[in-house]
């Protein structure tokens, strides 16, 4: 799970010449975005399908791809291009004179901003919610170690208890065997004296 201060990122990016500032949601193999500029909000999803394809087309591990999708977007790079295209997203590298498609998704224009200003209200409505979510998967996982942790104590307890019982009886049994020995070695040597008693009267 991913910590809170790195869960969301804000980066000021130039997307085809005008300045646009791009939040990012991040989970642990997804990312919601929002990218608004001074009229319009566009929102987005990269899905956990998106990343097993476009990692497995760059020949990449799963873990390396998200890891290298994060810092070209959490910071404006001179070596990426952005673009909005036809409903999309893109990031491209820039490698040697080529550019390389390494990710894109699609987006949605949102009709609710009406100033010419970004929607603060509802970046901030988003960033709430994504901290809610956030702060739900928090929750459960720790409800989970918790359950998970009362039943190993469960288990542990009723462990100790078999063995102290366990041990109990071992012992029980091992002083009951050492009684019966002890009697058997008292009765032999009554046996030996009584027997030498009886000699010394027959040489009488």
Known sequence: MMDLDEAITVTKLIVQGDPCYLMVGWQSDSFEVYLFNKEKLWKGRFSPNRLVGFSKNLHMSEVAYFANVK???????????????????????????SVIIEGFL??????TPKHAHPDLIEVLVALNKHMKQKV?????????????Y????RDTEEFLNLKIEMEKALCDKFLSLLSVKRSKVNSLKLNRAYLKDQEMLDLH
């Open 71 to 97: 810092r070209s977007l959490s910071q404006s790079r001179e070596d990426y291009i952005y673009e909005l295209k036809s409903g999309f997203f893109y990031w491209k590298r820039k490698i040697k004179g």
């Open 136 to 148: 739900h998967n928090l929750k459960s996982s720790f409800q989970s170690i918790k359950s998970d």
């Open 106 to 111: 699609p987006m949605e224009l949102d009709p």
């Open 150 to 153: 009362q039943k190993c104590l």
